[in-house]
């Protein structure tokens, strides 16, 4: 009976807030305080950017920065990821219900609500079954060259708000047509509006702060007003909207925008709508996970922390599913948010929760002020975020490093901005795993001799070495697996058949950390051709876990040679010259 009653480390381990509160204390929840301020006027203007990016009500951005991060608070471990609405995941929403043809219908809302869920739910069910290792088959190079092509789009799709004009497109020739053949219908105000705030915020990102400190302000004071940048480009330029009457004058404004808590919503659970959103949910929970994952574990690293990726599954599937019953859509862990929220001094998740409620306090309170907000200040919001998410030097870092990661790469971006999001992220997924493949299947063999007055053996191409005719060792420096086993067979034939003094064949296996099925045939298979040329094969350095599954077949009974403990012992036992030499 006590079985099925799990233990408190056990609950502990699925609700970590109970870890973390138990030493919660005054200095922790002032510390938590001022992060939350500083993270709720920085997510303010994004969240209602970050909306309008992915097709939606301005309203619903402000709707996904409140029980999402209330969630977050409760089932992950990272105490200062910052979950909400993020650029990239804007994006993928716009696109995969774009697809749908609803745009500015209820439905449209619907499915984008829908995607969470089904988001959320997907990642659930990867964290209670433990898949997330699976992003670790996703390249880094290739998720950053799609982040990197994403930035560019969203920057792009951003400019038609920037001069007041329409465009449509969804890659960046579509795009670019677009703002080329509408370039004649700029508004001059609503451009003068637009670049003057995208000047300013990429001012207040390196320069606000240091002129702030040279006037003699407190540290802490003026990197919260230095945060509130965008709030503040968002107050003035509402103003000068509402004072001058400029939406008569034809700049586009945000209207009204419904104030009150986020309704509760239910998903729709139309099969047809889920089939046609699956993939991009997929390829939503992936994404995001990864880029969440890949910030946590780098904050968490600068205070010893650690974090569960398994349970940071729960937490973000958690925090899609609180979206989409409270009329949000896709959240995940954003950069820019989580390095502003741990710089601002948070301690735990109860930042998130606290900044929750600021949210929905402006979403009570604030939102009939948003009615005279100019559509160009968001899209200069978005601009200046993304831009950061911009960085081509991944080309030329893998151009230099390696030339097969640099081809996957360019080929993300290039299909990323010539074929739209959906293409890119699904060659990237593609790509990364065929990379791996790859590189895999083709492992690095090196023929070994012994380094002179030693007991160490090494490549033969690249090291002074003693070898002997009679034997060819060669080190595997890869797991054994169905795609390159027959990589194997093929190098140890190709190998012999031009020395006939061999007798011996050495398999050194001290980089071998798994064999399967498939390659323990090949292996059955080299030992019963290699008999038959009159060569014994034998095994060096065989690793416990794998001598134990060796073990339970009749692989070793059958061997024609020997497993030594080390490649020394087997030089020793099948060259005597070597022990007499006492090279040891």
Same mark, same amino acid.
């Not at 919660?24 to 992060?35: F, Q």
């Not at 697809?99 to 449209?108: D, K, S």
């Not at 005719?469 to 054994?480: F, K, M, Q, T």
């Given at each position: 009976?006590?079985?099925?009653?799990?233990?408190?480390?056990?609950?502990?381990?699925?609700?970590?807030?109970?870890?973390?509160?138990?030493?919660?204390?005054?200095?922790?929840?002032?510390?938590?305080?001022?992060?939350?301020?500083?993270?709720?006027?920085?997510?303010?203007?994004?969240?209602?950017?970050?909306?309008?990016?992915?097709?939606?009500?301005?309203?619903?951005?402000?709707?996904?920065?409140?029980?999402?991060?209330?969630?977050? +608070?409760?089932?992950?471990?990272?105490?200062?990821?910052?979950? #909400? !609405? /993020?650029?990239? $995941?804007?994006?993928? %929403?716009? @696109?995969?219900?774009?697809?749908?043809?609803?745009?500015?219908?209820?439905?449209?809302?619907?499915?984008?609500?829908?995607?969470?869920?089904?988001?959320?739910?997907?990642?659930?069910?990867?964290?209670?079954?433990?898949?997330?290792?699976?992003?670790?088959?996703?390249?880094?190079?290739?998720?950053?060259?799609?982040?990197?092509?994403?930035?560019?789009?969203?920057?792009?799709?951003?400019?038609?708000?920037?001069?007041?004009?329409?465009?449509?497109?969804?890659?960046?020739?579509?795009?670019?047509?677009?703002?080329?053949?509408?370039?004649?219908?700029?508004?001059?105000?609503?451009?003068?509006?637009?670049?003057?705030?995208?000047?300013?915020?990429?001012?207040?990102?390196?320069?606000?702060?240091?002129?702030?400190?040279?006037?003699?302000? +407190?540290?802490?004071?003026?990197?919260?007003?230095?945060?509130? #940048? !965008? /709030?503040?480009? $968002?107050?003035?330029? %509402?103003? @000068?909207?509402?004072?001058?009457?400029?939406?008569?004058?034809?700049?586009?404004?945000?209207?009204?925008?419904?104030?009150?808590?986020?309704?509760?919503?239910?998903?729709?659970?139309?099969?047809?709508?889920?089939?046609?959103?699956?993939?991009?949910?997929?390829?939503?929970?992936?994404?995001?996970?990864?880029?969440?994952?890949?910030?946590?574990?780098?904050?968490?690293?600068?205070?010893?922390?650690?974090?569960?990726?398994?349970?940071?599954?729960?937490?973000?599937?958690?925090?899609?599913?609180?979206?989409?019953?409270?009329?949000?859509?896709?959240?995940?862990?954003?950069?820019?948010?989580?390095?502003?929220?741990?710089?601002?001094?948070?301690?735990?998740?109860?930042?998130?929760?606290?900044?929750?409620?600021?949210?929905?306090?402006? +979403?009570?309170?604030?939102?009939?002020?948003?009615?005279?907000?100019?559509?160009?200040?968001?899209?200069?919001?978005?601009?200046? @975020?993304?831009?950061?998410?911009?960085?081509?030097?991944?080309?030329?870092?893998?151009?230099?490093?390696?030339?097969?990661?640099?081809?996957?790469?360019?080929?993300?971006?290039?299909?990323?901005?010539?074929?739209?999001?959906?293409?890119?992220?699904?060659?990237?997924?593609?790509?990364?795993?065929?990379?791996?493949?790859?590189?895999?299947?083709?492992?690095?063999?090196?023929?070994?001799?012994?380094?002179?007055?030693?007991?160490?053996?090494?490549?033969?191409?690249?090291?002074?070495?003693?070898?002997?005719?009679?034997?060819?060792?060669?080190?595997?420096?890869?797991?054994?697996?169905?795609?390159?086993?027959?990589?194997?067979?093929?190098?140890?034939?190709?190998?012999?058949?031009?020395?006939?003094?061999?007798?011996?064949?050495?398999?050194?296996?001290?980089?071998?950390?798994?064999?399967?099925?498939?390659?323990?045939?090949?292996?059955?298979?080299?030992?019963?051709?290699?008999?038959?040329?009159?060569?014994?094969?034998?095994?060096?350095?065989?690793?416990?876990?794998?001598?134990?599954?060796?073990?339970?077949?009749?692989?070793?009974?059958?061997?024609?040679?020997?497993?030594?403990?080390?490649?020394?012992?087997?030089?020793?036992?099948?060259?005597?010259?070597?022990?007499?030499?006492?090279?040891?």
């Amino acid at each position: 009976m006590n079985r099925l009653i799990p233990s408190r480390a056990q609950v502990e381990r699925h609700l970590p807030i109970l870890q973390w509160s138990k030493t919660y204390n005054r200095a922790t929840l002032t510390s938590d305080g001022v992060a939350a301020i500083i993270v709720t006027i920085m997510l303010i203007p994004q969240s209602l950017a970050y909306a309008l990016l992915a097709g939606l009500p301005a309203q619903m951005g402000l709707y996904a920065s409140i029980l999402p991060l209330v969630a977050y +608070a409760i089932f992950g471990t990272s105490r200062a990821l910052a979950v #909400g !609405p /993020v650029a990239v $995941v804007s994006l993928m %929403t716009a @696109a995969a219900v774009g697809n749908m043809a609803l745009q500015g219908t209820a439905e449209y809302a619907l499915a984008a609500v829908t995607l969470a869920f089904m988001s959320g739910v997907i990642l659930l069910v990867m964290g209670v079954f433990r898949l997330g290792f699976l992003a670790n088959f996703l390249s880094h190079p290739v998720i950053a060259g799609f982040i990197t092509a994403s930035g560019v789009l969203i920057a792009t799709s951003q400019l038609k708000h920037i001069f007041g004009i329409e465009a449509q497109g969804h890659n960046l020739i579509q795009l670019l047509s677009s703002l080329v053949g509408h370039l004649a219908q700029t508004n001059i105000i609503t451009l003068v509006i637009g670049v003057a705030t995208v000047v300013f915020l990429f001012w207040v990102r390196k320069g606000l702060k240091p002129a702030l400190l040279a006037t003699g302000m +407190a540290p802490r004071l003026a990197d919260i007003l230095a945060k509130a #940048g !965008p /709030v503040g480009a $968002v107050v003035v330029t %509402t103003l @000068a909207v509402w004072l001058f009457n400029l939406d008569e004058a034809g700049v586009k404004i945000v209207g009204a925008v419904p104030s009150g808590l986020p309704p509760l919503t239910v998903p729709s659970f139309d099969p047809d709508i889920w089939s046609q959103l699956f993939v991009a949910a997929l390829l939503i929970s992936v994404i995001g996970f990864v880029e969440s994952v890949s910030v946590a574990q780098t904050l968490a690293a600068k205070k010893r922390q650690r974090i569960v990726p398994d349970q940071e599954l729960v937490g973000l599937g958690a925090s899609n599913i609180a979206a989409a019953l409270s009329g949000g859509y896709p959240v995940t862990g954003g950069f820019a948010r989580s390095v502003v929220n741990f710089d601002a001094g948070a301690e735990t998740p109860a930042a998130g929760a606290f900044t929750a409620i600021g949210i929905a306090l402006a +979403a009570l309170l604030l939102t009939p002020l948003l009615f005279f907000l100019p559509k160009a200040t968001l899209a200069a919001t978005i601009i200046v @975020a993304v831009m950061s998410l911009v960085d081509f030097s991944i080309l030329t870092k893998t151009w230099a490093y390696s030339k097969v990661d640099f081809a996957a790469v360019f080929a993300t971006i290039f299909l990323t901005l010539i074929s739209g999001v959906e293409v890119g992220v699904s060659t990237g997924v593609a790509l990364s795993i065929l990379l791996f493949l790859y590189k895999t299947s083709r492992p690095h063999i090196a023929e070994v001799g012994l380094v002179p007055g030693t007991q160490h053996f090494r490549n033969i191409k690249r090291h002074t070495v003693e070898t002997h005719p009679d034997v060819l060792a060669i080190r595997i420096d890869e797991s054994l697996y169905f795609a390159n086993a027959r990589f194997l067979e093929d190098y140890i034939y190709d190998r012999v058949v031009c020395d006939q003094p061999i007798k011996h064949v050495v398999l050194m296996c001290s980089a071998v950390n798994e064999i399967d099925m498939s390659a323990l045939e090949s292996l059955e298979e080299i030992n019963h051709r290699l008999n038959g040329m009159g060569i014994a094969l034998h095994l060096s350095e065989v690793k416990g876990p794998v001598m134990d599954k060796l073990a339970r077949s009749p692989f070793l009974k059958e061997l024609t040679g020997q497993v030594f403990l080390s490649q020394y012992d087997a030089a020793v036992a099948l060259t005597p010259k070597t022990a007499a030499d006492g090279t040891a």
